[in-house]
């Protein structure tokens, strides 16, 4: 092996100020920025994302798109395949199925955000009282929280539905009533995570009132976890609804539901599987659309457990 | 550990007693009595039917009656079914429900562990793909559009299984495989989760290096350790199998105890609603207490004094 001789006219410093040095080349990416082009990546959530679009808008359009409405009955044509005229066919009274299924559509998604918003409104109060001022008021509002969870969650749903009025907001009203809990335990887990930051220390030394605290500098903060456990809220509430509808503890009639028409298509599949079909595969559809957005958030919020 | 057995035992009790409460007061203001039906009774003889319920007492002597009866487990007769008792109907129903919650319980287990393990072991390769697939749609797929899909393709199309009632094992499948499915899913995504989790591990590297096999080191090393997640799901497992129970034994005509609770909510036979609630409920709480001691056991690490919801 030779050894190289290496001349200092080998090489020539560069020529760069000191300013020039502490320039940042890379755009700087925020919080939210880096979980979007994490999310972006993602093909099926961002197909999960279009899909609920989708569905979100045939929804409302959908019992637009053809001249039959959900409730008239119309004997003479019942139980028809699906045709030009009806494209979904007509169930045994004669309703046209997709505007059924549009109107169910809208019932479903409905149900799905509203119990999910208001799991949310509950939840996120209820936790980050409960996480923030700890001690004895923790221990308290957690045990109510534990004794709720201990019951069954459809074992309860299905009680209250037996003592109220049927009807779409007792349906929502009986599922917000254990479905917070989750959401709450969340919360609380987060306050307790970040409630010793310096942030909030330094918030407080500036005279920051508790609720601004909590509103201002926490939730924010735990904006993710929050998100992705409403984006998985969403899928079993639409559940929930269709069981219970199924059950007959649902919507009342002629309001249509995937639940009921998934029950009346079930009586039927028989002679017509078409009419357990429709119903069957947006509901699947549709959860799998959520199931699939909440794992997605999940990824991109929390790059730890990404594989 | 005794100690915290009291306590938990306890807290169970306390849930119990908010159960039945709960469930007294809903009963109490629901609407219709129990004999309001379409053919409206004489007045004297619903009279007469009201004093030999109790119903006439004021309403704190039903409420503490019906506490002792629940502690002495008797829940009183069926308002529906003339000359049952409803600890008749529970004792009646209940060996059907067992049968097929094992069942469906063992096949969850299995089947989601094996999902899991292939799905991690081939990680980001075809078996994964396919693993997650079907974990996706079980999770996705109501227990009930896929009890009909069933029906429709095995009993119905094909003739290979029996399409509904509860007579021997063959009938058994399809219910089991409905009723297991979502749980089995869940089953299926944590144990693939845990399983990278533990694969990546300094101890599973110590063991390739000191020249274990293949075998010893996924079996010993890895799925001993990665199936805790799994054990500490039994509970909402058994959640999940007790109340999918309603329907799939509704849809495949099972006289098990899911179908006379949905009996009962039809008929408004409101002891059977309570009985079946507080029996639920007792097998729910015993069965999570059981779930957490067998973590315990399982790993040494856990000690049950460990504050709970601290995770």
């Known amino acids: 092996m030779s050894q190289q001789t290496i001349k200092e006219s080998d090489f020539t410093p560069i020529q760069y100020t000191e300013a020039e040095t502490e320039k940042i080349v890379g755009e700087s990416t925020s919080y939210w920025k880096d979980a979007w082009r994490r999310f972006k990546k993602n093909k099926l959530a961002i197909g999960g994302v279009i899909i609920i679009i989708l569905l979100a808008v045939m929804s409302l359009a959908g019992p637009y798109m053809t001249e039959y409405n959900y409730y008239e009955n119309d004997l003479i044509n019942a139980n028809q395949s699906p045709s030009a005229e009806h494209w979904f066919g007509t169930d045994n009274l004669g309703r046209d199925m997709f505007a059924r299924t549009w109107e169910g559509a809208k019932i479903s998604l409905f149900i799905g955000l509203t119990a999910a918003i208001i799991d949310l409104i509950i939840g996120v109060i209820w936790g980050s009282v409960s996480g923030y001022i700890g001690g004895r008021v923790d221990e308290i509002m957690m045990r109510i929280a534990d004794i709720l969870s201990a019951l069954p969650y459809l074992l309860v749903v299905i009680l209250l539905m037996v003592v109220m009025p049927q009807g779409l907001w007792t349906l929502i009203l009986a599922m917000t009533i254990t479905g917070w809990i989750n959401m709450a335990r969340i919360v609380r887990g987060e306050v307790m995570r970040l409630k010793n930051e310096e942030y909030v220390l330094a918030a407080k030394s500036l005279g920051a009132s508790t609720t601004r605290i909590i509103a201002r500098h926490l939730v924010p903060n735990m904006l993710g976890p929050i998100l992705v456990t409403l984006t998985l809220t969403v899928p079993s509430a639409i559940f929930t609804e269709a069981f219970l509808s199924f059950l007959g503890l649902g919507v009342p009639a002629p309001l249509a539901s995937w639940g009921t028409m998934t029950s009346d298509g079930l009586a039927s599949l028989r002679y017509y599987p078409y009419q357990l079909f429709f119903p069957a595969f947006f509901i699947s559809l549709t959860m799998l659309a959520f199931n699939v957005v909440g794992d997605g958030l999940r990824d991109a919020f929390d790059p730890k457990d990404k594989r | ?311």
């Open chain 2, 1 to 311: 550990m005794l100690r915290y057995l009291l306590k938990r035992i306890g807290y169970i009790l306390l849930s119990l007693y908010f159960i039945v409460t709960i469930t007294f007061i809903l009963m109490k203001v629901a609407p219709g009595g129990p004999f309001a039906s379409e053919r409206r009774l004489p007045p004297k003889l619903e009279e007469q039917m009201n004093a030999a319920y109790g119903l006439n007492d004021p309403i704190h002597v039903q409420y503490f009656d019906y506490l002792l009866r629940v502690v002495k487990w008797d829940f009183g007769p069926s308002f529906k079914y003339v000359g049952q008792s409803v600890n008749d109907i529970i004792n009646r129903s209940f060996p059907y429900s067992a049968i097929l919650g094992l069942e469906s319980i063992l096949l969850a287990l299995s089947v989601g562990i094996f999902l899991g393990v292939v799905a991690a072991l081939y990680h980001n390769r075809f078996p994964d793909y396919t693993a997650m697939v079907i974990a996706v749609l079980g999770i996705s797929v109501p227990s009930f559009v896929l009890a009909a899909v069933l029906q429709y393709v095995f009993a119905f199309k094909l003739q290979l299984l029996p399409i509904a009632k509860f007579d021997s094992f063959a009938h058994s499948i399809l219910p089991a495989v409905a009723l297991a499915a979502t749980p089995l899913a869940f089953i299926a995504r944590l144990m693939r989760s845990s399983m990278l989790e533990v694969l990546n591990s300094d101890y599973i590297k110590t063991a390739k290096a000191k020249g274990l096999s293949q075998r010893v080191t996924i079996y010993r090393h890895g799925i001993r350790n990665a199936i805790l997640p799994v054990i500490s799901y039994m509970g909402p497992l058994v959640v999940a199998i007790l109340t999918g129970s309603f329907i799939i034994e509704t849809i495949f005509a099972i006289p098990g105890i899911g179908r006379e609770f949905v009996t009962s909510v039809t008929n408004r036979d409101y002891t059977v609603i309570m009985g079946t609630t507080v029996f639920y409920s007792v097998l729910f709480l015993f069965s999570i207490l059981i779930v957490d001691i067998i973590y315990s056991l399982v790993d040494p690490r856990i000690k049950l004094t460990e504050k709970e919801g601290d995770r």
